[in-house]
C-alpha cells in the first residue's frame, strides 16, 4: 500500500491530476480532513469535478469551508473554460459516445 502512495504521490507531483484526487482519497481514509481538502482543491483547480463533488460532501460533513468550496468551484469552471476550443468541440461531436466511454473507463 505504501509503494501505491509513493507512485501517487509522484504521479501528482508531476502534475496527474486524477493521483491528486486519490491521494485526497487516501488522506480521508486516514482522517486527515485537513490534508484531503488541499489534495481535492488542487484537484479541482485542474478541472476534475469528482474533487470539486466531494469538497462538496466535506463542506456538508463540517470538514471544509464555504470558501473552500468557492475557490474549487472557480477554480474548476475557470479550468474547464481554458480547455474549450473548437478542435475539441469538433472532435466530441465527431467521437462523443466513444469520448464518454472513455471518460467512463478512465
Avoid: W
Wanted: hydrophobic share 40%; with cysteine; proline share 1%.
Amino acid at each position: 500500500k505504501a509503494k501505491g502512495i509513493h507512485c501517487f504521490e509522484s504521479a501528482a507531483i508531476q502534475g496527474d491530476v486524477r493521483c491528486r484526487h486519490c491521494l485526497g482519497g487516501v488522506e480521508l481514509e486516514k482522517g486527515n480532513y485537513d490534508r484531503a481538502v488541499r489534495h481535492f482543491l488542487i484537484s479541482a483547480k485542474m478541472g476534475l469535478e469528482r474533487s470539486l463533488d466531494a469538497i462538496k460532501d466535506l463542506l456538508f460533513m463540517g470538514f471544509a469551508t464555504k470558501a473552500q468550496y468557492a475557490e474549487a468551484l472557480s477554480g474548476c469552471q475557470d479550468a474547464v473554460e481554458e480547455m474549450k476550443s473548437p478542435d475539441r468541440d469538433e472532435a466530441f461531436a465527431a467521437f462523443g459516445a466513444e469520448l464518454d466511454a472513455l471518460n467512463d473507463f478512465t
